[in-house]
C-alpha cells in the first residue's frame, strides 16, 4: 500500500515544481524596453539631393564698345634712347689720346696690354721639384724640394705688358664729356675760379661737364665706351657675306679725364 502510495504522488509532485522553475526562469530574462513613439517633427530631416550640373564652358558677356571713343595713338620713341636701340655696349678702353682726326670723327689712343706669358724654364723646375720631393729620404730634402715647388708654382707665370694704338671711329650720337670745366678768363685776361655754386650749376647729371669732339687734343687722359651696331636679319652663312661694318666697335661716349701737362 505504501509502495502504490509513493509511486503515485512522485508524478504529481513533478507536476507541480515544473511550473515555479519556468517562472523563476522568466524572471531571470531581460526585459525589453517599450517601443516609444518619436515625433516625426523632432526627427532631422534630410536635405534633398541637388542635380550635379556639368561645368559647361561658358562664354563671356560681350561688353559693349562704344564707337565715338578715338583709338590710342602710340607714342613715338623718344630720340635720345635711339642711339641706345642701334648699339649694344662692348666694354670700355682708357689711355692716352695720341691722334685725332676732325673731318672724320675719329681718333686713336693708346692703351696698355697686359697679358700672361708661360715660363718654360720654371715648368721644368716645377718637375724636378716634383721629383725631389717624391726622393726625399729626411726632412731636410723634404722640406727644400717643398720651397722649391712653392718658387716655381710663382714662376710658372709672368704678367709683360705692352703699348697699343687702338683707332676708334665716334658714333653720330658720341657724346663728349669733361671731368673738369672749361677754363674761364675774366677781363683782365686771367683764369677766372669758379665757386662751388657756380660749379655745381654747371654739373651734370653724372656729376661731369659739357664738352664737345672740338675739345679732344693729344696728351689727354680719356675714356672711351665702346658699342657695336646692332645686326639685323640672319647671320652670315659663308665668308662673303660678312660686313665688316657690322662688327666694327665705335665710341659712344669720351670722357676727358686730364689734360695735357703744360710746356
Known amino acids: ?12 509532485s513533478a507536476l507541480l515544481i515544473a511550473p515555479v522553475y519556468a517562472a523563476e526562469d522568466k524572471k531571470d530574462e531581460p526585459k525589453t524596453p517599450p517601443k516609444v513613439a518619436v515625433d516625426k517633427k523632432d526627427e532631422p530631416k534630410t536635405p534633398p539631393k541637388v542635380p550635379e550640373k556639368k561645368d559647361d564652358p561658358k562664354t563671356p558677356p560681350k561688353v559693349a564698345v562704344k564707337k565715338d571713343d578715338p583709338k590710342p595713338i602710340p607714342s613715338k620713341v ?8 642701334k648699339f649694344i655696349k662692348a666694354g670700355e678702353i682708357a689711355g692716352e689720346l695720341v ?3 676732325p673731318s672724320k670723327n675719329s681718333i686713336r689712343v693708346k692703351v696698355t696690354i697686359s697679358y700672361s706669358e708661360f715660363n718654360k724654364d720654371a715648368y721644368k723646375g716645377l718637375i724636378q721639384a716634383r721629383i725631389d720631393l717624391a726622393n726625399a729620404r729626411d ?10 715647388l712653392a718658387q716655381h708654382q710663382r714662376n ?39 665757386t662751388a655754386k657756380e660749379l655745381a650749376a654747371l654739373r651734370g647729371k653724372d656729376r661731369l661737364f659739357d664738352a664737345e669732339f672740338s675739345d679732344l687734343s693729344p ?3 680719356i675714356r ?26 665705335q665710341a659712344s661716349r669720351i670722357v676727358i679725364l686730364t689734360q695735357p701737362p703744360a710746356k
Open 1 to 12: 500500500m505504501n509502495r502504490l502510495l509513493r509511486w503515485t504522488l512522485l508524478p504529481l
Open 78 to 85: 623718344p630720340d635720345k634712347k635711339e642711339a641706345e636701340s
Open 99 to 101: 691722334h685725332v682726326e
Open 139 to 148: 726632412f731636410n730634402a723634404r722640406n727644400s724640394a717643398l720651397n722649391a
Open 156 to 194: 710658372l707665370y709672368s704678367i709683360k705688358s705692352i703699348p697699343k694704338e687702338v683707332p676708334v671711329d665716334a658714333a653720330d650720337e658720341c657724346k663728349v664729356r669733361m671731368a673738369q670745366p672749361k677754363a674761364a678768363f675774366d677781363d683782365m685776361g686771367n683764369v677766372k675760379k669758379l
Open 219 to 221: 696728351g689727354q687722359l
Open 224 to 249: 672711351v665706351t665702346l658699342v657695336k651696331p646692332k645686326t639685323t636679319g640672319t647671320a652670315p652663312r659663308t665668308r662673303d657675306d660678312i660686313k665688316l661694318e657690322d662688327y666694327k666697335l
